[in-house]
Every structure is written in C-alpha cells, then in structure tokens.
C-alpha cells in the first residue's frame, strides 16, 4: 500500500513537471523556422509538390535512408533470432470459401495499389513506407488464405539487399555527380522534369528512391511474416 | 580529396551490409572473411579523415543532398568524432578478426549485417549534427544491438534481449519527446542552431526537454538506475558482440548525452540538469562497483567494471568545467583500449575453456600464458596502478571534481575504486596462483591483438602526453560550442 502510494506520488510530480514543459511550448504557433523555408521553396528547389515527400526523400533523405536501414534491421533480427536449418510451414486450416475467392480476386490489385501509392508519393498522400506495406498486405492475404502458399524468400532475400544497395548508389552518383552525399542529380544538375511540375514525371530522384524504398519495405515486411508463420521441423 | 567524401563513413557499412544476402554463397567462412575486410576498409577512411581534421585542425561538415544546415542534415566530423570514429573502426576491425575464429552460431549473414550495422549505428551518433537525425542513428544501434544480444538464442540471451528492449524502448520515447519539445519552442533540429537559440527558450522548457534527452540517452549510456539491462546483456551476447557494446556502443551514448548538454549551455536551468547527471553518475560507479564484487562469472564481474567506469566518464563529462570534458574523454579513449582487451581476452578463454565462470581462469597462467598475461595488464590498468594508461585519466577526472566542488562525488569514486582493486586483485590471484593445467596452444590473430592492446595500455601508461593532446582537443570540440556554432554554415531561414 505505501509502496504503491509512493508510485502514485511519484507519477503526479513527473506528471506535473511534465505538464510545466509542455505547456511552456507554443504549439500551433508561427514556429516554423526551417518549416516556412521548404514550403516557399518546395517546387523551386525539389520538382515535388508533395512537400512533406520533399522534406522526407530530398531535404531530409539521410534520416530516410537510416529509417529504411531501421526497417531492414528489424526484419534481418527477426530473421536472426528465428532462423532454423529447416523450416515449413504447420497450418491445418484452409481458408473459407470467402477469403480464398477474396483473396484471389483482390491480391493483384492491393498490389497494384501499392505500386500506385509509392509511384505517386512526390504528387499524392503516401509515399513508399505506405505503399510498401500495402504490398506486404497482399501476401499476408496470401498466407492466411492458402495453407500452402509461400514467398519465395531466398529471392525476397537477395532483392531486399540489392534494392537496399540501390538506394546508397543513388547517393554515391549524387556524391560523384554533384559532390553531396544523395544529392539529387536529377532534378538539379541535369534538370529533368522541369517543366512537367505536378505530373508523374517529376520530383528529380523522388520516384526512384520511392519505388526502392516500397519494394524494399514489401519485401521485408513479407519476410517478417513468413518469418514467424513458419515453425521449426526436424529433419 | 573533397571533404564531402567522409561520407563514405556512412554509405560503405550500409552498402556493405545490404550486400551480404547477396553473396551468402561464398560460405561461412567467406563471409567472416569478407567481414574482416569491410571493417578493414572502414578503418582505412577513418584513418584518412583523422588525419584530415588534426592535420587541418578544422572539422569536416559533410551536407546530405547538398543543403546548407538547417535545411538539410550535416553531420560534424570534428576533433571529437574524428577520433571516435577510427576508435569505432578499428575494435570493429578486431572484433571483426575474432568473430572468423569464435563465431559459431547460425546464421553468420545476419550476424554479419548485424555488425556492421552496428558499427554504422555509433559511428553516425559519433558523427551527426542533426539532433533527429541522432535519434534515427541511436535507433539503428539500439536495434541492431536488441538482435545481437540475443543472438545466441539461449533463454539468457532471450531474456536479456528482451529488458534491454524495453529499457531501451522507453529510453527512445523519452528522448523523442524530448527533441519534439525542443523543435516545439525552437523550429530548427539542427544542434548547431539550438545552440544559438537555447538562450532565448522558456527555462523550464528548456529543462524537461533536456532532462527527457538525458534520459532517454542514460539508457544507452549506461547510467543507474536505467542500466538493469547492461550486466545481463554483457553476459549473454556473442563475446564479439560485448567487446563492441563496451568499447564503443556505451560511448557514442555517453557522447550524445555530453554534446546536448553543452549545446544547451545557454539555458537558464541548465545546472540543475548537471547535477542530476553528476547524481546518476555517481550512483552508477557505486552501485556497479559493489555488484561486481559478488559476482562469480568474469565476464559479468568485468561488465560490471565497464559499467562503473562509464559511470566514472559520465562524472566527468557531466561537472561543467573544460577540464572535466578534456579528462572524461581522456577516460574514454583509454576505456576503450583496457575493456577491448579484458572483453576478447575473457571472451577467448571462454571460447577455448568452455565457459567464463572463475573456476575456469583458476591456473590459467599455466595454461595460457599469453592471454593470462595480457589479461594482467588491462586488469591492472583497470585498477588504476599508476605507469597503466588508466592511472592518469582517473586522477585528472577526480582533480577535475575537486576543483568543480564535487567533492562528495570524488570520496565515494575513490572508494568505490578500493573495491575494484579487491576483484581485480582477486582474478588475477586466480590466474597465477591458483589452480593447474597443461600448456594450451593459443592462436596467433588474436594474441597479437591482445599483446598489442596490452602494448598500447603501457605505452599509454608511460608517455600519456600524445593521447591527452588528442583528447583535449577532443575536449574542446564539445565543450566550446561557440566555436562549434561558427564551424557549421548555417544559412538564414525565417525571421
């Protein structure tokens, strides 16, 4: 009882002290020091008009390209830590008549919106984290749909570090074209798209590393589910 | 060669690490081997950028996609991070080297990846000058060391991973807030723009901001009372992977926590966050001390010392004063070189006995001179015996807390350093004259590598002068943030 009084003293004085900062900060307030400076810049300076794919992919890209490594670190642990010589899949179950007629039906076409969504991401909401994980929905659809269906993982394997391998070379050409590390060499040295502003083919190097980052998160979201869904066999 | 290419820091661990499912049919041995290589490379750059930045004397600011700060990302590879980041690539190098004979545990493309991440993870704490981009870096190694920890997937393995996870998640929300209050009331992640600014910020703003980083970051850093995950965590990971948590994991922590609070010096509650720091600290090098004393595993008990010596750093870096940093940093290099030949030296005895419990070190001067020697010294040097490099770090850190009025903090220190004299002398009672056993052949890679650790701890030891040059201008780089402010170009945005 004194034990927990204590917590709950101690809890409301953090809480408090907490509440000081919190309310100290002018949120919703004209704070935007660098956030003003993208917007009126945005389209000048990255061909995108999506500006918070701008700030993601161009103005902020070494930050991406550290997310991306983060999402590949966790599929490579899990991949780690449940790795066995030999490995299948133990579901019984087959899906219903709905799920499997659903899932045959629909599973071209979350793909194809997936592709949609990180094709679009420097013109549209999304971008490829979104459109990624929609792909990876398709093949839990997949799994939970068919007892039998599996990923080709070695190929997933090895497409996953090959795309991840893409992205920094992207960064290398920015770094021997125009001297920075993932400068985008498209949109500011050779100038492509300049006047195709707001249609697909615009935004410098944003698609590219968009299309990379949403086979790469496809892919290793894929690899983490069957990753868990399959269980240990011996030989 | 343009600066622009330290770089390369960054891209060739991650272009090295995505490029290993792709040549997994080149074996076990290949990819430790390949490995070894990479780590090799790494060094190679860092050595280059070393030598650029003391030869120069001016840092290196490396602009991502070509935008000026505060626009874009640089990362600041000054004094400090160019010495830390050589630090960082040579004990990989090592542990590189000793993973191709100790690692057995499947699968080693992943171990491989892991590590390498691993190494990018502290190297960009070390490097960054973006306060997100730290948290995105900070992640990166929390997680790679998550998986690595437990790696061995043993159910101690399993259970230390998963409270270093949790510690460690709590760790990254706190500091997340933390930067999200400090972008709230300033509009700019880049640290050298809230240095300029933090004057004019709401002081108590200012103070939960910083409290919240510190503690998120005092969980990667070690420091009581969110360390529980530590000893568990030394004890269970591959014994590659310890000789890396302590050697240079800890540190980038530690770094990030000093770096923050001296940009922040300018705030009006700045002192109060210092001595909470100074508080923690203490307690760390206490509190580890004695649990160290009751261990009966050696690879625990050292992890305890590691702990109680990071504790040491964080006192020093956290009293404030020039010479506390120049010493805690002082501290760091020579921490490094002792705990990266105590882990490995622990680590291959392990390997070769069958186990790290103290009955196996009992006549290991019998058995395996070499090693038995090479463990003397850095226990030695652990200990603080003066003419060991450890000796002269010690002592500026406890005239360092003199003079900043800690005296209470340096009595408990000094004491809390008897206690690890009765350990140390005690292991090294069971190596020599304890116990019995045949001559063991002992490979050549790695008792060069530890003759040469135990070589460098002496000749650190007698001629402290070259490394402590280095380590005060190591020292200066974060404690004289206004230079720091006039190093990177900040371009005017807003009003």
């Known amino acids: 009882m004194l034990k927990r009084l204590l917590a709950i003293t101690t809890l409301i004085i953090i809480g408090y002290w907490l509440a000081q900062g919190l309310a100290g900060v002018p949120f919703g307030q004209d704070r935007m020091l660098v956030g003003k400076y993208y917007l009126e810049h945005v389209v000048e300076q990255t061909g995108a008009v999506n500006a918070v ?24 642990g899990v991949g780690a830590l449940l790795w066995s010589r030999k490995k299948r899949r ?56 068919f007892v039998t269906y599996e990923i080709p993982h070695r190929a997933f394997e090895k497409i996953e570090g090959a795309v991840g391998m893409t992205y920094v070379i992207v960064g290398l050409i920015g770094l021997a ?57 011996s030989k | 060669m343009n600066g622009q290419y330290a770089s390369l820091l960054i891209a060739l661990p991650l272009l090295s690490a995505f490029f290993v499912p792709l040549i997994k049919g080149l074996g076990e041995r290949g990819i430790k081997y390949y490995l070894a290589v990479i780590t090799a490379l790494q060094t190679g750059i860092a050595a280059w950028v070393f030598q650029q930045v003391y030869s120069t004397g001016k840092p290196i600011i490396v602009m991502a996609g070509g935008w000026k700060p505060p626009v874009g990302i640089n990362l600041y590879i000054g004094h400090f991070a160019a010495l830390f980041v050589l630090i960082v690539a040579v004990v990989s190098f090592f542990t590189a080297v000793f993973s191709i004979w100790s690692m057995k545990v499947q699968p ?71 930067v999200a209050l400090i972008y709230g009331s300033l509009g700019t992640l880049n640290m050298a723009q809230i240095a300029q600014l933090a004057g004019n910020m709401n002081p108590t703003v200012a103070q939960v901001g910083l409290a919240l980083i510190v503690f998120g970051l005092a969980v990667e850093a070690e420091l009581f009372p969110l360390n529980a995950w530590a000893p568990d965590a030394y004890q269970a990971a591959p014994h590659a992977i310890t000789v890396m948590f ?68 964080a006192f020093a870096l956290a009293l404030g004063s020039q010479a506390g940093v120049d010493a805690g940093v002082f501290h760091m290099v020579n921490h490094a070189v002792v705990k990266a030949l105590l882990f490995l030296g622990v680590g291959y005895v392990g390997i070769k006995l069958g186990g790290t419990a103290m009955e196996n070190f009992q006549g290991l001067g019998k058995r395996m ?64 004259f304890a116990g019995e056993g045949e001559r063991m052949r002992e490979g050549l890679a790695i008792s060069l590598i530890l003759l040469l650790l135990a070589a460098l701890v002496i000749v650190i030891g007698i001629y402290p002068d070259y490394i402590w040059s280095l380590a005060q201008k190591a020292g200066s780089d974060i404690f004289n943030v206004g230079q720091y402010i006039k190093n990177v170009p900040l371009m005017e945005v807003g009003a």
């Not at chain 1, 971008?127 to 929609?134: I, K, Q, R, V, Y």
């Not at chain 2, 909470?276 to 649990?291: D, N, S």
């Not at chain 2, 595993?297 to 504790?311: E, F, L, N, T």
């Not at chain 2, 850190?397 to 900043?404: M, R």
């Open chain 1, 90 to 145: 133990t579901a019984r179950t087959e899906g219903s008549i709905v799920l499997t007629t659903g899932t045959r039906l629909l599973a071209p076409f979350v793909m194809l919106f997936g592709v949609y969504i990180f094709i679009h991401g420097h013109l549209t909401p999304g971008g490829g984290f979104p459109g990624g994980a929609t792909i990876a929905t398709a093949f839990l659809l997949l799994y939970m749909a």
């Open chain 2, 246 to 313: 302590s050697a240079f994991v800890v540190k980038a922590g530690l770094y990030a926590t000093a770096r923050l609070l001296y940009l922040m010096q300018a705030v009006g509650s700045w002192h109060d966050v210092l001595k909470l720091l100074v508080a923690m600290a203490t307690l760390t090098v206490v509190v580890a001390e004695f649990a160290a004393l009751r261990q009966k595993d050696v690879k625990r008990m050292i992890a305890y010392s590691s702990i109680s010596q990071v504790g040491m750093i």
């Open chain 1, 53 to 76: 794919t701008a700030v993601v992919v161009n103005y902020r890209g070494f930050d991406t390209l550290g997310e991306v490594t983060v999402l590949f670190i966790a599929s490579t």
């Open chain 2, 369 to 432: 001179p070499l090693t038995a020697f090479a463990l003397t010294i850095g226990s030695l040097a652990a200990v603080g015996i003066p003419l060991f490099n450890i000796f002269w770090s010690k002592v500026r850190i406890l005239i360092a807390g003199v003079e900043a009025g800690y005296t209470w903090g340096v009595a408990l220190i000094l004491g809390a350093s008897v206690v690890e004299a009765v350990y140390y002398l005690r292991f090294i009672h069971a190596m020599w």
């Open chain 2, 108 to 178: 080693i493309d992943k171990y491989a990846m892991l590590f390498l991440l691993l190494m990018l993870g502290a190297t960009g704490m070390i490097a960054t000058g973006d306060i997100f981009n730290l948290f995105v870096f900070m992640e990166i190694t929390a997680i790679s060391a998550y998986a690595l920890t437990a790696y061995n997937k043993t159910g101690e393995a399993a259970e230390a991973s998963l409270k270093y996870m949790i510690l460690g998640g709590i760790g990254s929300s706190f500091f997340l807030i933390g």
């Open chain 1, 177 to 233: 074209i125009g001297g920075y590390f993932l400068y985008d060499w498209i949109w500011q040295t050779w100038g492509w798209g300049h006047d195709n502003i707001g249609r697909l083919f615009s935004g410098g190097f944003i698609p590219i590393i968009y299309t990379i980052i949403g086979i790469k998160v496809g892919t290793e979201l894929s690899g983490i589910i069957d990753n868990m869904i399959k269980e240990e066999v």
